[in-house]
């Protein structure tokens, strides 16, 4: 524990500072709920995105992201003292977006967890994500000059390049094919490995030790033994193994033992990372919001007001045209918003529309299938808990009303959202009701089935889990 957290954590404990966290897998739509809800409520003094992301910290990369909390705080309690406000009377509310997979699973979600008053946990079905996920690589990748029979499969389709284009790589350009195609399949071992092996911070021994912390965790939720496991792989003990290999160079981490390659494999996906930190929340009943992207996009407005209503949150109900509070952003730079409520939230740069439905799982790289199947599982289940915040709207509404663009239903313009959501609704109690929804959404869209497979196969495997329970 450094001084920046013991200083907030002092704070936090007095009662003068609140932190309120939003924490997701990636491209789950984590930043535009965050703005949405900082422009919506002027309780919140601050909103601060991703500060556990200090990749290039090194083995101090716990002390970076507290040290970067610290400094806005430092700033706010200034800014606080030079007008007067006694925050014992009115405390610094502080909002707080990161992603799972930046945090490690053990000592450090715990400090983590040990700060924040609240957490949302915000979601998206992995067909959407995934696809997201993709494109926000090979961009990286595009930055970084890599090559592109770097990343392709051997024998892709390449025939669209123009090799002697001065104004655009040959990645650049596959780029855009796959973009106007919406297949990625070409995609291989290459890019697979630009994922999992080019954070810098999966170098580092703190950061490793919390990664295999988490694997243990894992197993163990799962019903494994992680001593026979170690055992079977040839090492006396769990400690024993990792012992080994704690510390292992950035480069030769893909020739690891499997038991401590896999989870550095799927780390990036977002989802391991996600259910293993959900199980470590403390008091979740009182401390937990789960939120499904897609829900959110059907009736922004009314959802966010819902959001204020989860008393935990303590964010109030301010009535439509209330200016912002004194920690307002447009203070900060001399003006007071005096719009409407929500008027900052419904601008088009805030809520962006749904994607035009998912891809099928064949214009996925091969590669990432198992993850995706292993995602499904996660999201069901992180839908299915009981502090998720539902829409108004009942499931048989959902899968008729006009999404964002106003024009199709959510069942055509995202049907493996829709058939997720018919088949964990509660409110639809019987099967011999949910079950022609369900094969309607599958006969109009026989392109999606392996994602229908993956939602059933998932919920099944949790009704049997509950009945061994």
């Known amino acids: 524990m450094n001084h920046y957290y013991q200083a907030l954590k002092d704070r936090v404990d007095a009662g003068n500072l609140i932190f309120l966290s939003i924490v997701s897998p990636p491209r789950t739509g984590s930043t535009v709920l965050e703005k949405a809800i900082y422009n919506a409520y002027p309780v919140i003094a601050a909103q601060l995105n991703e500060p556990s992301s200090q990749i290039h910290a090194g083995e101090e990369r716990v002390s970076a992201m507290y040290k970067s909390i610290w400094d806005e705080v430092a700033r706010l309690e200034a800014f606080a003292s030079d007008r007067g406000i006694d925050l014992n009377q009115q405390p610094l509310v502080l909002l707080t977006k990161n992603l799972f997979?930046?945090?490690?699973?053990?000592k450090e979600w715990e400090l983590y967890d040990n700060l924040m008053a609240?957490?949302?946990?915000?979601?998206r079905h992995p067909a959407a994500t995934f696809e997201s996920?993709?494109?926000?690589?090979i961009e990286t990748l595009e930055k970084l000059a890599v090559p592109l029979e770097?990343?392709?499969r051997e024998g892709s389709d390449l025939s669209h390049i123009d090799w002697n284009n001065p104004a655009q790589t040959p990645l650049r350009q596959h780029i855009t094919y796959m973009n106007c195609q919406r297949d990625y399949s070409s995609l291989g071992e290459g890019f697979r490995d630009a994922i999992a092996y080019q954070l810098p911070i999966l170098g580092t021994?703190?950061?490793q030790r919390e990664i295999w912390a988490g694997a243990r965790k894992k197993h163990l939720i799962e019903g494994r033994n992680p001593e026979q496991l170690a055992q079977a792989a040839g090492f006396a003990t769990w400690d024993n193994l990792i012992d080994q290999h704690l510390g292992t160079p950035l480069a030769d981490i893909k020739n690891l033992p499997l038991l401590l390659r896999e989870p550095i494999d799927v780390l990036r996906y977002g989802w391991t990372a996600t259910?293993?930190?959900?199980?470590?929340?403390q008091r979740p009943e009182e401390r937990l919001t789960v939120i499904d992207y897609n829900d959110f996009l059907l009736n922004p407005t009314d959802y966010l007001k819902r959001i204020g209503q989860i008393s935990s949150l303590g964010l109030g109900s301010a009535p439509l045209g209330h200016a912002r509070g004194a920690f307002n952003l447009g203070v900060w730079e001399g003006e007071v918003n005096e719009e409407p409520f929500f008027s900052e939230v419904k601008r088009r740069d805030h809520i962006s529309r749904p994607d035009k439905g998912p891809v099928p799982l064949g214009h996925l790289p091969a590669f990432l299938h198992p993850h995706i199947k292993e995602a499904f599982r996660i999201y069901l289940q992180t839908l299915q808990s009981r502090q998720r915040l539902l829409p108004r709207f009942s499931t048989r509404e959902v899968m008729n009303m006009p999404a964002n663009d106003g024009k199709q239903p959510m069942r055509e313009l995202d049907p493996v959202y829709a058939y997720a959501q018919v088949r964990v609704a509660q409110d639809i109690p019987l099967w011999n009701e949910k079950e022609p929804m369900l094969k309607t959404i599958?006969?109009?869209h026989q392109a999606f089935f392996t994602y229908f497979d993956m939602i059933d196969h998932a919920v099944l495997q949790q009704k049997m889990e509950s009945l061994v329970l």
């Not at 997979?101 to 053990?106: A, C, E, N, P």
């Not at 609240?118 to 979601?123: A, C, G, L, W």
């Not at 259910?275 to 929340?281: H, R, W």
């Open 205 to 207: 021994r703190a950061y």
């Open 442 to 444: 599958q006969a109009r």
């Open 133 to 137: 996920y993709t494109k926000a690589i």
């Open 275 to 281: 259910e293993v930190n959900l199980a470590g929340i």
């Open 150 to 152: 770097h990343v392709i």
């Open 101 to 106: 997979y930046y945090i490690g699973q053990d």
């Open 118 to 123: 609240h957490h949302i946990v915000t979601v």
